[in-house]
């Protein structure tokens, strides 16, 4: 009885190399292997890249791994805890920042990506001893926290938010903080916080400050 043997390689299949089980594609006459193939790849795993990002108006160099995620670099090598992870599948939008100015989920972004790009953190809300910017002076009179999780986000969210709608109804900031989630306030207070900054960046005496409780 004869062995059986695998079926000649025709080109543009599946096809498995030395790296274990890793099943790599190669595309043939593409010119070598594709991108996935590439990143599966050891070697390229482990090899290191200079990036520069600007964070809050401070530039910073390091080397990082391809797939280190943007929220590690903040929070491990930066140090900046002040961004946090809730779930770290893009759903929670705790580790909203602002990318260039708009808001991303840096759980979902690559490090590398963000090479030579500018961004914000809640740290850089206010300098340590200055006044309290009016997004946080709003959260604070309105009690927009409880155990202030989802807060570094949510402002984050809510500074693009302003910056793009100074003066939002109540409908648009829901939909506008509709990727941040909260399991504390009910957001009633999140909602409230906001309106708050939205009058004082624009001069006017904000409405309310009474708290719902809910
Ligand atoms: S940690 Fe990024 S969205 Fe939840
Ligand atoms: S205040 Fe606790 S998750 Fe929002």
Same mark, same amino acid.
């Given at each position: ?64 791994? @391809?797939?280190?995620? *943007?929220?590690? %670099? ?7 805890? =002040?961004? $946090?992870? #809730?779930?770290? !599948? ?37 300098? @340590?001893?200055?006044? *309290?910017?009016? %997004? ?7 009690? =927009?926290? $409880?155990? #202030?999780?989802? !807060? ?63």
């Amino acid at each position: 009885m004869t062995t059986p043997q695998p079926p000649p390689k025709t080109g543009g299949g599946a096809v498995r190399d030395s790296f274990g089980d890793l099943p790599l594609l190669k595309q043939e006459g593409a010119g070598g292997w594709s991108n996935v193939a590439q990143a599966n790849k050891p070697e390229t795993i482990n090899m290191k890249k200079q990036i520069t990002v600007t964070v809050n108006g401070q530039a910073h160099t390091a080397e990082v791994e @391809p797939r280190l995620l *943007l929220v590690h %670099l903040i929070r491990e090598n930066l140090n900046m805890t =002040g961004t $946090h992870i #809730g779930c770290d !599948t893009s759903s929670c939008g705790a580790c909203t920042i602002l990318l260039d100015g708009k808001s991303v989920k840096s759980c979902t972004i690559l490090a590398v990506q963000a090479n030579g790009k500018s961004i914000a953190t809640v740290e850089g809300m206010c300098a @340590p001893g200055a006044p *309290l910017s009016n %997004l946080q002076e709003g959260f604070k009179e309105n009690h =927009g926290l $409880h155990c #202030g999780f989802c !807060t570094p986000g949510m402002m984050m969210r809510a500074t693009e938010l302003l910056e793009m709608n100074p003066d939002p109804t109540e409908d648009e900031i829901r939909w506008g903080i509709s990727g941040n989630l909260c399991r504390c306030t009910g957001y009633n207070n999140i909602v409230k916080a906001i309106q708050y900054a939205s009058a004082k960046n624009r001069g006017v005496e904000p409405a309310s400050t009474e708290p719902q409780f809910v």
